[in-house]
């Protein structure tokens, strides 16, 4: 019987003190990674839309963004293996255009809102472009293979940024956004 | 006199704009993104990241019914207890010639879940809310756009470790010819 208690008040011990950890975990991701992009994201947004620059930035943006080729010719750019690793350090330019897109276009209804789905694909085809490297350390990787890996990867971009636009605009119908 | 207070009301309305965008990011999503960080937090802490070692190991194996298990089931595994940048670390389970094409798979899966699990990368969040938030302001929900943004980002990093790990091979082979 007391084994049974003690049981049972290491298990609730153990569940409690994991939640308490991950409300601490929440908290700190909150203040050091979410809020102070937040604040940047704002600052960002208030001047595009004070300035009158985000009607000039969304008319700009609205023949590539409108429209499958545009998306595309967009993906293609920003997967260009010399422009990749510039564009990737910490998502920055792919929040910022994400941003503008939403914040312009999308809420405007400049843009179909389905078109939203092949837009998430068509800002990031950069994505980790510029952590190779680090990346390929971290999984233990040989210098050679961190050698060849570098450059196939980012090749593999220019392939694979556009066909990931083309599958989530096949996808787009199933979006209930009419 | 006159032109001066107008400049500064116009400086001041620049910040206002930005102040009221944060409010309503803050507001709006931080509420809901604490008690979802602590829960996920919390279920990752309670099962235990290590249990995913297994299906790395399972993943080194050559032959083709092995790759979606490399290229899907992995990096998914790999981002969502690991998180970025640690999931990178799931390389090391796997041969040389499989590295770049795996941490393409993974690194391209650290944003399209992160409408439904925020965890896996808090400090990139507006990849995904910069244009989800264009979606919130036409009154509709962005449910269906972070799940359907989560399946095609499965489809994708699937095509991604495939065409890489082609790359990979051929390069690799002309490195051996020189």
Redo the contacts between chains.
């Keep these: 019987m007391n084994e049974f208690l003690v049981k049972i008040g290491r298990g609730v011990g153990g569940?409690v003190g994991?939640?308490y950890?991950?409300?601490r975990?929440?908290?700190d991701?909150?203040i050091v990674?979410?809020?102070p992009?937040?604040?940047f994201?704002?600052?960002v947004?208030?001047?595009i839309?004070?300035?009158g620059v985000g009607d000039w930035i969304a008319n700009l943006l609205a023949p590539l963004a409108g429209s499958l080729l545009g998306l595309l010719v967009l993906s293609v750019i920003i997967a260009l293996p010399v422009l990749s690793p510039l564009l990737g350090p910490?998502?920055v330019i792919?929040?910022?255009?994400?941003?503008?897109?939403?914040?312009?276009?999308?809420?405007n209804?400049d843009i179909p809102?389905k078109f939203?789905?092949p837009?998430?694909?068509a800002?990031?085809p950069q994505?980790?472009c510029d952590?190779?490297p680090?990346?390929?350390a971290?999984?233990?990787?040989?210098p050679?293979?961190v050698?060849?890996?570098?450059?196939?990867?980012l090749?593999?971009?220019l392939?694979?940024g556009p066909?990931?636009v083309l599958?989530?605009f096949l996808?787009m119908p199933?979006?209930?956004?009419d | 006199m006159d032109a001066l207070v107008v400049a500064a009301e116009w400086f001041i309305g620049l910040f206002k704009t930005g102040g009221d965008v944060f409010l309503s990011l803050v507001g709006g999503i931080i509420p809901l993104l604490i008690v979802l960080l602590t829960g996920v937090n919390a279920l990752v802490a309670l099962i235990g990241p290590e249990r995913i070692d297994k299906v790395g190991e399972w993943a080194a194996r050559d032959g083709i019914i092995y790759y979606p298990i490399r290229y899907i089931l992995l990096p998914f595994l790999a981002v969502f207890f690991l998180t970025n940048p640690m999931a990178y670390t799931m390389g090391r389970f796997l041969p040389e010639k499989y590295k770049p094409a795996f941490y393409d798979s993974a690194v391209s899966y650290v944003h399209p879940p992160l409408g439904i699990f925020p965890h896996i990368n808090p400090g990139e969040l507006f990849v995904w809310l910069g244009i989800a938030t264009g979606i919130e302001t036409l009154g509709l929900s962005v449910v269906p756009l972070a799940v359907w943004y989560l399946l095609v980002g499965l489809i994708v990093i699937f095509i991604r470790g495939i065409v890489t790990e082609r790359i990979t091979a051929i390069m690799w082979s002309r490195r051996e010819a020189k």
């Design positions: 569940v994991a939640l950890q991950a409300g975990e929440a908290i991701q909150v990674n979410i809020l992009f937040m604040a994201i704002a600052l947004i208030g001047i839309i004070k300035t910490g998502a792919a929040q910022i255009i994400g941003t503008l897109l939403g914040s312009t276009l999308i809420a209804g809102a939203a789905l837009a998430l694909f800002i990031n994505v980790g952590f190779i680090v990346g390929l971290l999984g233990e990787a040989e050679e293979t050698e060849v890996g570098v450059p196939a990867v090749f593999s971009r392939i694979t066909v990931a599958i989530a996808f199933l979006l209930p956004y």
